[in-house]
């Protein structure tokens, strides 16, 4: 059985930097597609950015020039820098992991962005 456990979130001030991890703990299987969501108050989830096994990248227009994804296949661990973080950055961040067709979530992570 595939778990996945986040880390990294907290409180930073507006310009600074955090790096979320997720690492899917297990044997056995192969990882398509892992990437971050995120859903703020009162909002649906949202694509923050994602990698799938070629190394191929995408992220939201939002992000883009601030956050980067980075995977290493050896530890199963999906990374998520995030420089230049504003206000609306907030939210609770996911994890999501795709092994052939199963999709898998994270518990999720608090990121808050505040003075």
């Known amino acids: 059985q595939v778990q996945l456990v986040e880390s990294g979130g907290g409180l930073v001030q507006p310009g600074g930097s955090l790096r979320l991890s997720c690492a899917a703990s297990?044997?056995?299987?192969?990882?398509?597609?892992m990437g971050w969501y995120r859903q703020a108050p009162g909002k649906q989830r949202d694509l923050v950015a994602i990698?799938?096994?070629?190394?191929?990248?995408n992220y939201a227009d939002s992000v883009k020039g601030r956050f980067a994804i980075s995977r290493d296949n050896a530890k199963n661990t999906v990374y998520l820098q995030m420089n230049s973080l504003k206000p609306e950055d907030t939210a609770v961040y996911y994890c999501?992991?795709?092994?052939?067709?199963?999709?898998?979530w994270g518990q999720g992570t608090q990121v808050t962005v505040s003075s």
């Open positions: 999501l992991v795709v092994l052939g067709t199963l999709e898998l």
């Open positions: 990698i799938d096994s070629g190394d191929n990248t």
């Open positions: 297990g044997s056995g299987f192969s990882i398509r597609i």
